[in-house]
């Protein structure tokens, strides 16, 4: 991959927290007062990736894996431990003005928008801080607005808005200045089936059109599904797989179900006889219904197929492929991506020596507590829709706003 493909190129990137250890009881507390004593929380962990220009790419992991952070890092707001990284041709702390007008970011559970000022007028704020010139930024409104049916909602402040309303406010915020890259962090979290479907839509239309790079986390595995042509994931801070979420599913997933509508009734024997030697299992759901489970070390789905369909009169087949939903959570609770010893041998990038350390706080879902960060300028926008004091709240909302593909990488 040459340098003008890449979008985002990040090398060994790491980032600590210290947090102030409290001290048990009232004589612990007074000590505190005193004497303050802190930990280090490793929140990302010497990760390396690369993602072309025009990727969609999802990065994913449980509460706390540090997929926060490290949007946090590439979009500017955080400064690393260590590590390099760069993003659209800048190191997004180090050159924020230029940087901010590269990208657009969403972040699901705050908002860009002023609260309590019309949602265009929001827009306008947000034309001046990236220098759009009015021209551009007309066309664009039009085109957004049109896309993201926008039209009753301009006028209207954005506290009046529901959240699938504001959300799709947020969404043409953030590409106003026509960013190449997009940071998108739980953008569908708490909307509607009907409306995540429609920002599906309209993410891949946009990546389609103008080739617009797009990282995006979610725990939303159906976002990634309809999005997503590479995923990486993370798990304490280290990045346990990076390739396409079918090779994960091969690799992951168990089998596959076949199931059968037969003409006429044929019974179990007669089923297991003519499949005999294929190490398959079948059930049947009633006379007329048979399911036949083909693990991946068995036959392939063909020879079972092949062997059913040319023996009994079947009306209808249906293949059940490998849940990702139950895939993903599997790998979140083994901790780790690494292939089954059923599955193809994995391409490996050998083990991570900083690996469920302890450090991590998994499962809280939230941070805080921890020392404050310096955290690189201030953003136009309002925090009003979620305040909840991470980095003491002075995270820049629009100004901060978002490994090659092939075979997984599996680590
Ligand atoms: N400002 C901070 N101070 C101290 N620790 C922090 C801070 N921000 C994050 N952490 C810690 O870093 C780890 C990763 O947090 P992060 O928010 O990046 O995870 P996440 O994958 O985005 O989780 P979620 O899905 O819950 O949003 C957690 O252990 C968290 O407690």
Not at 116 to 141: M, N, T
Not at 323 to 329: A, F, K, P
Not at 366 to 387: I, K, L, M, T, Y
């Amino acid at each position: 991959m040459t340098d003008a493909s890449i979008a985002i190129k990040v090398q060994n990137l790491r980032k600590q927290f210290r947090v102030q250890k409290n001290r048990e009881g009232l004589k612990g507390a007074l000590r505190d007062l005193f004497k303050r004593e802190y930990t280090e929380v490793a929140a990302v962990k010497d990760i390396s990736f690369t993602i072309p220009k025009g990727e969609i790419c999802g990065y994913i992991g449980e509460n706390g894996a540090g997929k926060s952070t490290t949007i946090k890092m590439l979009t500017g707001i955080l400064v690393p431990t260590s590590g390099d990284l760069e993003v659209g041709g800048y190191v997004p702390y180090k050159e924020r003005e230029k940087f901010v007008r590269r990208i657009g970011v969403v972040f699901g559970q705050r908002s860009q928008l002023w609260w309590d000022i019309g949602v265009v007028e929001s827009f306008q704020l947000l034309r001046k801080v990236y220098r759009v010139p009015e021209a551009e930024y007309r066309q664009r409104l039009g085109e957004l607005t049109d896309r993201l049916q926008l039209g009753d909602l301009l006028h209207r402040p954005v506290r009046k808005l529901s959240l699938g309303q504001r959300m799709r406010c947020e969404l043409a915020a953030s590409l106003l200045h026509n960013p190449d890259i997009l940071f998108l962090d739980e953008p569908t979290i708490g909307l509607d089936i009907v409306v995540k479907t429609e920002i599906r839509e309209f993410l891949k239309q946009m990546n389609r059109q103008y080739g617009t790079t797009i990282l995006l986390t979610t725990h939303d595995l159906q976002d990634i599904e309809a999005l997503c042509t590479r995923v990486i994931m993370l798990d304490d801070g280290n990045i346990i797989y990076d390739g396409n979420l079918e090779e994960l599913k091969t690799r992951w997933g168990k089998g596959r179900e076949i199931t059968f509508r037969l003409h006429e009734p044929v019974s179990l024997d007669t089923l297991n006889g003519l499949t005999e030697g294929l190490g398959v299992t079948w059930s049947k759901e009633n006379e007329l219904a048979a399911s036949v489970w083909v693990p991946f070390e068995a036959a392939p789905v063909s020879v079972v197929l092949s062997r059913v369909v040319g023996a009994v009169e079947v009306g209808d087949v249906s293949i059940l492929e490998p849940n990702t939903d139950d895939i993903v959570r599997e790998i979140y609770k083994s901790g780790s991506a690494e292939a089954r010893s059923d599955s193809p041998a994995p391409e490996r990038s050998g083990p991570d020596p900083d690996k469920r350390d302890g450090n991590g706080e998994s499962g809280d879902g939230g941070h805080r507590g921890g020392v404050e960060e310096p955290e690189a300028g201030a953003g136009p926008a309002s925090d009003a829709a979620n305040g909840d004091g991470d980095n003491g709240g002075a995270e820049p909302q629009t100004a901060v706003p978002a490994g090659s593909k092939g075979a997984g990488r599996l680590a």
